[in-house]
């Protein structure tokens, strides 16, 4: 819209670039530990935008799901109020109908939604469910002392590295 009246967006630029930076990092931060994708299963923890909603607008979730399939991995993923909305957006992805659901059997999880569901979740039961016991938390809802106590592999993001597992 701004372009249209002449005006040259460049924050609202940096900001998207920054934004999508920020998938491929989760990618990689997933990637330097399962050390690729083929073959591999990772679920999702939420779908939508923002927490409250089923909006898919621009979700995180969307690139970040593209990501991991074009490196071959298998997707799973639950979202309290946007799965038949993300059923639109997404292919060949597991839909599941609990996040224990999406724990189980896989290689990693990746918080991507900070819905007050997952604050919930029993994680000694999640971790019971994954075949590896890997987390990115995208929204930093847990304690990364107590998930690497737990026994999860866990990084955050932008919390830098501490020698406990965040980074």
Same mark, same amino acid.
């Given at each position: 819209?701004?372009?249209?009246?002449?005006?040259?967006?460049?924050?609202?630029?940096? %900001?998207?670039y /920054?934004?999508?930076?920020? @998938?491929?990092?989760?990618?990689?931060?997933? @990637?330097?530990? !399962?050390?690729?994708?083929?073959?591999?299963?990772?679920?999702? !923890?939420? !779908?939508?935008?923002?927490?409250?909603?089923?909006?898919?607008?621009?979700?995180?979730?969307?690139?970040? +799901?593209?990501?991991?399939?074009?490196?071959?991995?298998?997707?799973?993923?639950?979202? &309290?109020?946007?799965?038949?909305?993300?059923?639109?957006? !997404?292919?060949? /992805?597991?839909?599941?109908?609990?996040?224990?659901?999406? %724990?189980?059997? %896989?290689?990693?999880?990746?918080?991507v939604t900070?819905?007050?569901?997952?604050?919930?979740?029993?994680? %000694?039961?999640?971790?019971?469910?994954?075949?590896?016991?890997?987390? +990115?938390?995208? @929204?930093?809802?847990?304690? &990364?002392?107590?998930? /690497?106590?737990?026994?999860?592999?866990?990084?955050?993001?932008? @919390?830098?590295?501490?020698?406990?597992?965040?980074?």
């Amino acid at each position: 819209m701004a372009e249209l009246y002449g005006v040259r967006p460049e924050i609202l630029r940096a %900001a998207t670039y /920054v934004n999508y930076d920020q @998938r491929k990092r989760l990618i990689q931060k997933l @990637r330097d530990i !399962l050390g690729g994708f083929r073959g591999k299963t990772i679920g999702l !923890l939420g !779908l939508a935008f923002k927490p409250d909603t089923d909006d898919m607008r621009d979700a995180p979730s969307i690139s970040i +799901i593209h990501m991991l399939q074009h490196e071959g991995a298998t997707v799973k993923a639950y979202d &309290p109020e946007a799965q038949e909305t993300a059923r639109r957006y !997404l292919e060949s /992805v597991i839909f599941c109908d609990t996040p224990y659901q999406v %724990a189980e059997g %896989a290689d990693g999880l990746i918080l991507v939604t900070e819905w007050n569901e997952f604050k919930q979740l029993d994680m %000694a039961r999640v971790k019971a469910l994954m075949r590896q016991p890997v987390l +990115i938390d995208g @929204r930093n809802i847990y304690d &990364p002392k107590r998930m /690497v106590e737990m026994g999860f592999t866990y990084r955050g993001m932008g @919390r830098g590295y501490d020698g406990v597992g965040v980074e």
